[in-house]
């Protein structure tokens, strides 16, 4: 069963614009929330991580948004660029080492 | 320094055969995951190794076998190929006996006809 999921499958934005993607999890032993971003024919790259002991972090442009008690979390890309169209996966696991799920993917397509 | 390397970069079997792909961690890592990402889907993870053990396993049959050798490098094999096993397989390092970022490698495109 998927244990953490994505959405939305995929997204459409125009330059500048601040595409969100979101996650939910289940498992309350989960501490370490990653995304990644992924161009075709490549691995998956590590953007931004996130612990559930703070709400928010900022990397250069992404922000992760946590919500513990929701068993939420969500990425926002700032001023979004035409070369930030990838896939963007989130993930969860119970240390940054161990064994990661991985969200389903959301295509981001960012428009001129 | 070199990222995490994999090879071969594509593959081509047919059913019932066996195949063995190749990964070379990080530098200064001691800990290789192995990882199958269907077309359009996240990756699933199939198993960890470090010290040579086999530390944590998802829910892969046994056909999915692995090695881990003294210098890190690690091998996954997979045996009795069916025609689900089509995937990229990706491997990913990390450092300190795997507490920290996994780094994840190219993959490999095995492709099973």
């Known amino acids: 069963q998927q244990q953490v999921k994505q959405s939305p499958q995929s997204l459409i934005v125009q330059k500048g614009g601040i595409p969100i993607i979101n996650c939910a999890y289940e498992?309350?032993?989960?501490?370490?929330f990653p995304w990644y971003q992924q161009f075709p024919g490549k691995g998956p790259a590590l953007l931004i991580a996130?612990?559930?002991?703070?709400s928010e972090k900022k990397e250069g442009r992404f922000t992760i948004s946590f919500n513990k008690s929701a068993k939420q979390f969500s990425l926002h890309i700032m001023d979004s660029q035409p070369g930030d169209s990838a896939t963007y996966f989130c993930?969860?696991?119970?240390?940054?080492?161990?064994?990661?799920?991985f969200g389903k993917g959301t295509s981001l397509l960012v428009t001129p | 320094d070199a990222g995490v390397t994999q090879s071969p970069t594509h593959l081509i079997k047919t059913r019932g055969q066996q195949v063995t792909l190749r990964c070379s961690p990080k530098?200064?890592?001691?800990?290789v995951s192995w990882y199958q990402q269907a077309l359009g889907q996240g990756p699933q993870f199939i198993f960890q190794?470090?010290?040579?053990?086999?530390?944590q396993r998802g829910n892969f049959p046994d056909r999915f076998s692995g090695h881990q050798f003294p210098n890190y490098s690690s091998e996954l094999n997979v045996n009795a190929l069916l025609l689900g096993d089509s995937a990229l397989y990706l491997c990913?390092?990390?450092?300190?006996?795997?507490?920290?970022?996994?780094?994840f490698g190219p993959g490999t495109r095995l492709t099973v006809l």
């Open positions: 990913a390092s990390s450092a300190d006996r795997g507490l920290n970022e996994q780094f």
């Open positions: 498992n309350t032993a989960f501490d370490y």
């Open positions: 996130i612990r559930p002991d703070v």
């Open positions: 993930a969860a696991s119970r240390n940054s080492g161990y064994a990661l799920n």
């Open positions: 530098s200064g890592h001691d800990t």
């Open positions: 190794y470090y010290e040579e053990e086999e530390r």
